[in-house]
């Protein structure tokens, strides 16, 4: 079966169309500024990509261009549609009604709504991606698969905070946690490489990039992650502050007579890495300047490290001891440099790093030390990958 994966944005439209039987891309592509001028990557298997700038004023009409890529005589992969089995959709948040992967009826697109409440910028935009879809491709499956519903196995324990209970009771304040469909195929993948049953492993994933998080993934279920209500919550990110004291937003509002809103996009888009070194999100350039000489930009990478190792201790212990942890995502399957920074700290599990197997980017492979008690991993993640799989499981 071909799978065709959407994650619809506001003004963007990521999409892969994927062959289950062999899991392997036959083409992937982006659409950038829809609603304003439109522009448009697209690239088939084993070909250069194709660039252009067609009118896209809104998504459907996105939509609508990547249909005719994909079926393009040149350039397609497709002859029709009816080569295309079934649609995939990421849904950023699904709260506490969706546990799982499901088809997209209009109960579900009306509880999606529901949890809108809180992604009120990401679960909309997912919703215009399935209602397009829907228009240009009637009849064919659809499947909501969420970015929370790997952390719904997380216990009380883990995901109350400590405010008045009526607050979740009445409202559904608690830790939701993101990038689920990451953790969730990386665990998978780590089991696999280690030729163990995940029933049988506790695994802590590291997915480090711009966004940021770490999971305890117990018997192959999340039991705690370090994203909240929102994904604010956690690690120092490239623009998110993490984790901190909830007084620090009345003190800024106080102090600069700014609304607690304004000070939240300060907290998300001003703060992190960014914000601690003052040159850039992008680790690149962060790192570029440390080697210069510039201490606000080492100080930002020393904290970066020690938040995300703190994480993994906390998780051991949440765990009562951890078998693997594995690194994911732009930074933690390309970066060796903050891999080394993170394993420093680990020494006291026996996670030894070996800094020759540590030089790799982009691949699979386990990088500790051969007799190392506790094996380090580094695997790329394919969320496009888990969407399908959940996809083509629903409809066969």
Same mark, same amino acid.
């Given at each position: 079966?071909?799978?065709?994966?959407?994650?619809?944005?506001?003004?963007?439209?990521?999409?892969?169309?994927?062959?289950?039987?062999?899991?392997?891309?036959?083409?992937?592509?982006l659409?950038?500024?829809?609603?304003i001028?439109?522009?448009?990557?697209?690239?088939p298997?084993?070909?250069?990509?194709?660039?252009?700038?067609?009118?896209?004023?809104?998504?459907?009409?996105?939509?609508?261009?990547?249909?005719?890529?994909?079926?393009?005589?040149?350039?397609?992969?497709?002859?029709?549609?009816?080569?295309?089995?079934?649609?995939g959709h990421r849904?950023?948040?699904?709260?506490?009604?969706?546990?799982?992967?499901?088809?997209?009826?209009?109960?579900?697109?009306?509880?999606?709504?529901?949890c809108s409440?809180?992604?009120?910028?990401?679960?909309?935009?997912?919703?215009?991606?399935?209602?397009?879809?829907?228009?240009?491709?009637?009849?064919?499956?659809m499947?909501?698969?969420?970015?929370?519903?790997?952390?719904?196995t997380?216990?009380?324990?883990?995901?109350?905070?400590?405010?008045?209970?009526?607050?979740?009771?009445?409202?559904?304040?608690?830790?939701?946690?993101?990038?689920?469909t990451s953790?969730?195929?990386?665990?998978?993948?780590?089991?696999?490489?280690?030729?163990?049953?995940?029933?049988?492993?506790?695994?802590?994933?590291?997915?480090?990039?711009?966004?940021?998080?770490?999971t305890?993934?117990k018997?192959?279920?999340?039991?705690?992650?370090?994203?909240?209500?929102?994904?604010?919550?956690g690690?120092?990110?490239?623009?998110r502050?993490?984790?901190?004291?909830?007084?620090?937003?009345?003190?800024?509002a106080?102090?600069?007579?700014?609304?607690?809103?304004?000070?939240?996009?300060?907290?998300?888009?001003?703060?992190g890495?960014?914000?601690?070194?003052?040159? *850039?999100? +992008?680790?690149?350039? @962060? =790192?570029?300047?440390?080697?210069e000489? $510039?201490?606000?930009?080492?100080? !930002?990478? /020393?904290?970066?490290?020690?938040?995300?190792?703190?994480?993994?201790?906390?998780?051991?212990?949440?765990?009562?001891?951890?078998?693997?942890?594995?690194?994911?995502?732009?930074?933690?399957?390309?970066?060796?440099?903050?891999?080394?920074?993170?394993?420093?700290?680990?020494?006291?599990?026996?996670?030894?790093?070996?800094?020759?197997?540590?030089?790799?980017?982009?691949?699979?492979?386990?990088? *500790?030390? +051969?007799?190392?008690? @506790? =094996?380090?991993?580094?695997?790329?993640? $394919?969320?496009?990958?888990?969407? !399908?799989? /959940?996809?083509?499981?629903?409809?066969?």
């Open positions: 079966m071909k799978v065709l994966v959407i994650n619809c944005g506001s003004s963007s439209l990521k999409y892969q169309l994927i062959d289950s039987e062999t899991e392997s891309v036959l083409a992937k592509g659409c950038e500024r829809i609603g001028d439109g522009a448009l990557t697209h690239q298997a084993g070909k250069d990509k194709i660039k252009s700038t067609p009118a896209m004023p809104d998504h459907k009409t996105a939509i609508g261009i990547v249909i005719d890529q994909l079926t393009d005589k040149e350039n397609g992969v497709v002859e029709s549609l009816d080569e295309i089995g079934a649609v849904i950023v948040h699904g709260g506490e009604k969706f546990t799982k992967s499901c088809l997209i009826t209009d109960e579900v697109i009306k509880e999606v709504e529901e409440v809180f992604a009120p910028l990401h679960n909309p935009a997912g919703l215009i991606g399935v209602r397009a879809c829907q228009e240009l491709m009637p009849g064919l499956p499947v909501a698969v969420f970015d929370t519903a790997f952390h719904q997380m216990p009380e324990k883990a995901f109350l905070y400590g405010i008045p209970r009526k607050y979740y009771d009445e409202d559904g304040i608690r830790r939701y946690g993101f990038h689920g953790h969730q195929f990386v665990s998978l993948e780590t089991a696999k490489m280690l030729g163990k049953d995940i029933k049988d492993l506790k695994i802590i994933v590291c997915h480090l990039g711009n966004g940021a998080s770490v305890a993934v018997g192959g279920e999340s039991v705690d992650t370090s994203m909240g209500l929102t994904p604010l919550e690690l120092i990110m490239g623009t502050s993490g984790d901190l004291d909830p007084a620090i937003v009345e003190f800024i106080n102090k600069e007579n700014k609304t607690a809103s304004e000070v939240l996009n300060i907290l998300n888009k001003e703060s890495v960014y914000g601690l070194s003052g040159v *850039s999100s +992008d680790f690149r350039d @962060v =790192k570029a300047a440390r080697a000489g $510039n201490k606000a930009a080492a100080a !930002a990478l /020393d904290a970066y490290a020690y938040r995300v190792a703190k994480y993994i201790g906390a998780y051991t212990a949440a765990m009562n001891g951890v078998d693997a942890i594995t690194f994911t995502a732009g930074l933690g399957e390309n970066d060796d440099i903050t891999r080394a920074a993170i394993c420093e700290y680990l020494g006291y599990l026996g996670a030894d790093l070996d800094k020759e197997k540590n030089k790799v980017a982009g691949e699979p492979a386990v990088i *500790s030390k +051969d007799d190392a008690k @506790v =094996k380090l991993l580094c695997i790329p993640t $394919n969320e496009e990958l888990m969407i !399908a799989r /959940d996809t083509v499981a629903l409809v066969k």
